[in-house]
């Protein structure tokens, strides 16, 4: 077996190693990051994209896959090619002259857009699966959060990132609500940068996020913005962009109302360093009382949308704004049902997203799904009950229901394609396979038993898949998963540190240990 030696995995500057914090950061990533990847399933071979590595003009030709570009100029190609020059997709097609590009054949594959999320809070991998009532994550985020060294952010980024990349994830919006001290934040940023996806980092307050920032004597937010975008920001044509995790929009906590001011200089500070804004809100009325303090408009995306009004819709809607739906963690946590039909109904195509792990999966297979599930139980149940609070699913009769209205597969491939790069302000570089994007590509497995034979491409991706079709994932023309397996990734370390990290706080947050050998 072939072991090429290419570039480390980190894409990091000169302080990549280590953090103002000064701890030493542990070596997930392998020296010869592109090592040796086995090329047992559909044949890839890191060799195949050796030629391609600091070259914007090497060129690779995937050829004899199935196409789903999301482009809708382009359409799909039951066979057909797709060319990456360098970074990018020079072009699609079927039978594309291979010139002197390597051709890799990926005839067992459907190639489509990387996945997109528009909102996780990544710093907590380690506590993942801990919250399996839906009812303890939040007694561990608040009394974990507060005792994170910048290591557990760094190690709590890493893994998240590692097992987005794994699920197809090409693109994600770190939430990054862990920003206790500027070490916490240069920490998480340095875990964004060697993890090798393409990120926006979410600049959000310091845990407990019941302490608003403004009565916490040890962070520097939002005003370390600045310094970030200086340091780390200074050009938008890299993996990582910024925006500010600005605070809730929720009148339960009713930091926004009593404190106008202070909010205002989140958003006032975003704009300034030119940084896109993402907010949680929740609860009728407050989006309303919100849009007469602070100018609303089309940098912002929000979060969850639970129990708005149509009017406040129709601000979000009027604005520009975008939105981000968790079907899974609000449905679980016994929240609210994602309103997904609420946002169709204002010409507002949503992104979907994972939240948080501790009780929620984090694939976009799942979320996918649960969308088309949610939208089309809510239509049968609020039309044939229009009294129903849709408490729970009914059955209704098939006349009852409106299928003119309900989303497809595609819409709900577009949420996490399309509508995710727009998000996340990124849908001039990712979202659709369309010539002069980047080449964030996923080659998901046609041949697996549950989706052979393949009768619709799309419907396979939505209906059918799960994780273990993921074959292959590039990130910018950069092979980041091979033949099922992360490249150049020690997972051993990954797994070693994630433990230590989890013990750790657990011990210090004085939490018990599930998983603590009992004497």
């Not at 896959?65 to 360098?86: A, C, R, S």
């Not at 909102?119 to 994550?137: D, F, I, K, V």
């Not at 540190?497 to 050998?517: G, N």
Request: glycine fraction near 10%; charged fraction near 25%; include cysteine.
């Amino acid at each position: 077996m072939q072991n090429d030696k290419l570039r480390p995995l980190s894409r990091g500057g000169p302080h990549s190693a280590q953090s103002s914090a000064g701890f030493s950061r542990r070596d997930f990533f392998r020296t010869s990051a592109f090592g040796a990847v086995a090329g047992v399933l559909s044949g890839l071979s890191i060799s195949d994209f050796a030629h391609a590595e600091n070259s914007s003009s090497a060129r690779t030709l995937l050829k004899g896959g199935t196409i789903v570009t999301m482009d809708p100029k382009l359409g799909d190609f039951v066979e057909g090619d797709v060319l990456i020059q360098g970074s990018r997709i020079a072009a699609v097609g079927r039978g594309l002259p291979a010139g002197d590009a390597k051709v890799i054949s990926v005839a067992n594959m459907i190639v489509s857009p990387g996945f997109i999320d528009t909102h996780r809070h990544l710093w907590a991998g380690q506590l993942r699966n801990s919250s399996p009532h839906g009812t303890e994550y939040l007694d561990l985020r608040d009394k974990c959060g507060p005792v994170y060294r910048p290591e557990d952010a760094y190690i709590g980024d890493t893994l998240s990132i590692l097992s987005a990349l794994d699920a197809g994830i090409t693109t994600i919006l770190d939430w990054s609500h862990i920003q206790n001290t500027p070490e916490h934040t240069d920490a998480v940023i340095h875990a964004l940068q060697n993890g090798g996806i393409r990120a926006v980092f979410g600049y959000g307050w310091p845990m407990p996020g019941s302490i608003p920032w403004w009565e916490n004597k040890q962070t520097r937010f939002p005003f370390d913005i600045r310094r970030l975008r200086k340091q780390y920001f200074a050009s938008d044509d890299q993996l990582l962009t910024l925006a500010l995790g600005a605070t809730s929009i929720n009148s339960a906590a009713g930091w926004y109302q009593t404190n106008t001011d202070k909010v205002r200089q989140e958003w006032d500070v975003a704009r300034e360093v030119g940084a896109r804004i993402t907010v949680h809100t929740s609860g009728r009325g407050d989006i309303q009382a919100f849009s007469k303090q602070i100018k609303m408009g089309p940098d912002t995306t929000y979060v969850h949308c639970r129990h708005l009004s149509d009017e406040e819709f129709k601000l979000i809607a009027d604005s520009g704004g975008t939105v981000s739906l968790c079907c899974s963690l609000d449905t679980l946590q016994g929240r609210a049902i994602p309103p997904i039909q609420q946002s169709l109904d204002h010409g507002i195509r949503p992104s979907l997203s994972v939240d948080e792990e501790m009780d929620a999966p984090n694939d976009m297979f799942t979320q996918m799904r649960l969308a088309l599930t949610l939208q089309r139980g809510f239509l049968g149940d609020h039309e044939a009950k229009p009294e129903a609070t849709f408490k729970k699913l009914v059955q209704v009769d098939q006349d009852s229901a409106p299928p003119d209205k309900f989303i497809s597969a595609r819409d709900a491939l577009d949420f996490v394609t399309v509508q995710g790069a727009r998000a996340n302000g990124l849908l001039d570089k990712t979202g659709s396979l369309t010539p002069g994007k980047e080449a964030d590509i996923v080659l998901l497995r046609k041949d697996r038993i549950n989706v052979m034979p393949i009768n619709d491409p799309v419907g396979a991706i939505v209906l059918a898949m799960d994780t273990g079709n993921v074959d292959s994932v590039f990130v910018g023309g950069v092979p980041r998963k091979l033949n099922g397996q992360l490249v150049g990734v020690d997972l051993k370390r990954v797994a070693d540190d994630a433990i230590k990290s989890r013990e750790y706080l657990l011990a210090k947050a004085k939490l018990p240990d599930p998983m603590a050998v009992k004497n």
